[in-house]
């Protein structure tokens, strides 16, 4: 009987009709293992994963299979998105006993959980073998199984343990970690490391900041290098905007084609940020096209933002994507399709499979003259429609309570601002940033209440929903820290204090179940399900880690509020992490950013003006905000937004009041001397 049809996950229900006889996780599936005293087999996996695809169609949908893991185990299907608590123990039991990990992770374990054997993909046969060799291991060698399962535990304990080293995150540690980043940093391609390449979004967050406090030219160079090859590269969707999760070469060229919405939330925080700083039009071209991508392709109306889009479609990677220089003659025209195929590298070899090629920008259009702009938008806009005809890929339209914060908080950045920056380039472009601006910012809005209003149950988050309906699985620590960011940053963005009250709820849930001792936190609950142990993983990876999300939510909700205990708090996690930041800086980029942001300050700004739209003041205060800054403006005295509690009007004109570590500066009503105090 399978038992995956009523699941809120899209992966789960993926496997519905499977042969197998899956359960969920759940108290249920072991007590049914240990009834029949049989092995637990925990597949782990995420509806976007192609090797998970495979290995599905291969083996799970396979009758033979079937059977055999029917008659010899209690099989139990595990969504790693909707259960990062479960999917972090058996990951590191995996990398302990084999040295690397990934998905889909194959787990064998004992009725109560124990893991005693570990891996990830297997193709059929090697499975078929794996299944009859544990069988009867399990029958004939229960005592060794045993106690591989019991040193397992044991090494993962100490891999998770919390109550570590602790130092102070300096200056001196931060310029340390931006030397290290420098020093691993491709000077050819951009990035770090070589294949498959991953868009290293937390580590140029912090560069980024890193080059506002230290004027370091290298910082913003390597940022500006890496965003210029990744935005040209085939790991950068050149017609919809939006980015692949990594490029299987060193150069950004051919990308793995699954489209994630952690990686696009972050990389919209990266080209903003970078616009703002430069004044770049390819940032914000490329920040203006993932906004867009987000809203159209990601955002469910009414709801949040699903997880992915698949790598496969068809079970082909990259049917949607690429082309042959003849499909564009044939989309296009002679004339432009060749132009098309310059433009966009496109070869009769081929970059890709089968003499198909990904788009790529070989071309500078972003300073070019308006009419070869103008050709290349009206090619780019043809072109997507041509693709919109073939067969697209699945979406994973479950709604994660921590992406979903990240992207809040990304795009309440590009709203404000683009809002505050006035008409930027022709009259078609200005037009068009002005219309992604406008989904951006109802998509933001929606989303955020969605979370609030869906994934907050009985003062408690919940990690994912679907179609509205709230899934069961209980928030981790990322969910708090992400979601409470992304509340701070709605507080900014409209002002409304109910957004920083419940920012401050999900804080105070933070501190009252997930702290460990020593200023640090365990990514469970301590009233959360028990698992073979307690995970508490201070590493930032592909999203950041809980300990760097809560890290950053403390320390502008603290800004926000002036209430010191926040910011300690945040201090003192920091702590546990600042060893990590200066010893392997690629693995704690949002530790690092948030570093930034306290080592300035980080400073509060106030604008007490009666203009709804903010005025010359609210805009100077975003383009010239130092690292973490936060910014509130409006009427003075709101009820719920502290920043401007006892904050008047000058003299019946808008005034801004800066303050820095609660020592606040004289308040000012002329742009100039607010620049020069931001400085």
């Known amino acids: 009987m399978n038992r995956l049809a009523e699941a809120t996950s899209p992966y789960l229900l993926q496997h519905a009709d499977n042969p197998v006889d899956w359960w969920p996780w759940c108290d249920e599936a072991f007590a049914e293992a240990k009834r029949r005293d049989t092995p637990v087999l925990i597949s782990v996996g995420y509806s976007a994963c192609h090797w998970c695809h495979v290995m599905a169609h291969e083996s ?8 055999l893991l029917n008659d010899g185990f209690v099989s139990i299907k595990v969504d790693r998105e909707e259960r990062p608590d479960v999917d972090a123990v058996y990951m590191t039991a995996t990398q302990a006993m084999t040295g690397q990990g990934g998905w889909p992770m194959t787990v064998f374990a004992t009725p109560d959980g124990t893991p005693f054997f570990c891996g990830t993909y297997f193709p059929r046969p090697n499975f078929v073998q794996l299944l009859q060799s544990v069988g009867t291991a399990w029958r004939d060698q229960r005592d060794a199984v045993l106690r591989q399962g019991a040193a397992v535990v044991e090494a993962i304990g100490g891999a998770q343990a919390v109550g570590g080293p602790t130092v102070p995150l300096t200056a001196e540690l931060l310029d340390a970690a931006a030397d290290q980043l420098a020093g691993e940093y491709d000077e050819t391609n951009g990035g770090f490391g070589g294949a498959p390449k991953f868009p290293p979004h937390m580590n140029l967050l912090f560069l980024l900041r890193h080059h506002q406090r230290t004027g370091s030219a290298r910082s913003l160079e390597i940022v500006r290098h890496t965003c210029e090859a990744m935005a040209r590269g085939g790991i950068h969707d050149q017609l919809a905007g939006g980015f692949a999760r990594y490029s299987v070469d ?9 489209k994630m919405l952690y990686d696009n939330a972050l990389l919209l925080r990266v080209y903003t940020q970078l616009w703002r700083l430069t004044g770049d039009a390819l940032a914000l071209r490329v920040a203006r096209d993932i906004a ?26 990259g049917l949607t994507y690429a082309w042959t220089p003849a499909q564009l003659v044939e989309a296009l025209g002679d004339s432009d399709g060749r132009w098309a195929a310059d433009l966009f590298a496109v070869t009769e070899a081929g970059t890709f499979e089968h003499g198909m090629s990904v788009l790529r920008l070989a071309r500078d259009v972003d300073d070019a003259d308006p009419e070869v702009r103008g ?17 697209q890929p699945a979406r994973d339209d479950k709604v994660v309570a921590a992406w979903n914060g990240l992207a809040v908080t990304a795009l309440a950045e590009f709203v404000r601002l683009v809002e505050t920056a006035g008409r930027i380039g022709t009259e078609g472009e200005a037009n068009l940033l002005e219309g992604v601006t406008i989904v951006a910012d109802g998509a933001m809005r929606a989303t955020a209440e969605h979370l609030a209003r869906v994934h907050l149950v009985d003062g408690r988050l919940r990690r994912a929903s679907r179609d509205g309906r709230v899934g069961e699985p209980a928030g981790v620590l990322e ?14 963005v409209t002002g409304e204090g109910r957004w920083l009250e419940l920012a401050g709820q999900l804080l105070d849930v933070a501190l009252a179940h997930f702290a460990a001792p020593g200023g640090a936190f365990y990514d469970t609950a301590d009233d959360a399900e028990q698992l073979v142990t307690r995970p508490a993983d201070p590493t930032d990876n592909a999203t950041p880690s809980g300990r760097s999300a809560i890290v950053a939510a403390l320390v502008t909700y603290a800004a926000l509020t002036g209430e010191n205990r926040y910011r300690e708090a945040g201090e003192a996690a920091l702590s546990t992490i600042a060893p990590i930041v200066g010893r392997h800086a690629r693995f704690a980029g949002y530790a690092a950013t948030a570093g930034e942001a ?13 203009d709804p739209g903010g005025g010359p003041l609210v805009a100077a205060a975003h383009r010239h905000a130092p690292p973490g800054a936060v910014v509130v403006s409006g009427e003075p005295d709101q009820p719920g937004v502290p920043l401007l509690a006892g904050r008047p009007l000058l003299d019946g004109h808008a005034a801004a009041y800066v303050c820095r570590s609660f020592v606040c500066q004289r308040p000012v009503t002329v742009v100039d001397d607010l620049v020069a105090q931001l400085r």
């Open 375 to 391: 050709r290349w938008q009206d090619v780019t806009r043809r072109l997507l429609a041509a693709r919109d005809t073939r067969p």
């Open 479 to 492: 969910d708090y820290g992400c979601v409470a960011e992304a509340f701070c940053a709605m507080h900014q």
């Open 60 to 67: 799970f949908e396979d009758e033979a299979v079937g059977k």
């Open 598 to 610: 306290l080592l300035s300050g980080p400073y509060e700004i106030a604008v007490a003006t009666r």
């Open 292 to 317: 867009r991508f987000l809203a159209d392709e990601m955002h469910r109306p009414g709801q949040g933002f699903a997880s992915a889009l698949d790598a496969d479609t068809e079970g082909v990677e």
């Open 250 to 258: 060193g150069h950004w060229t051919v990308p793995h084609f699954e």
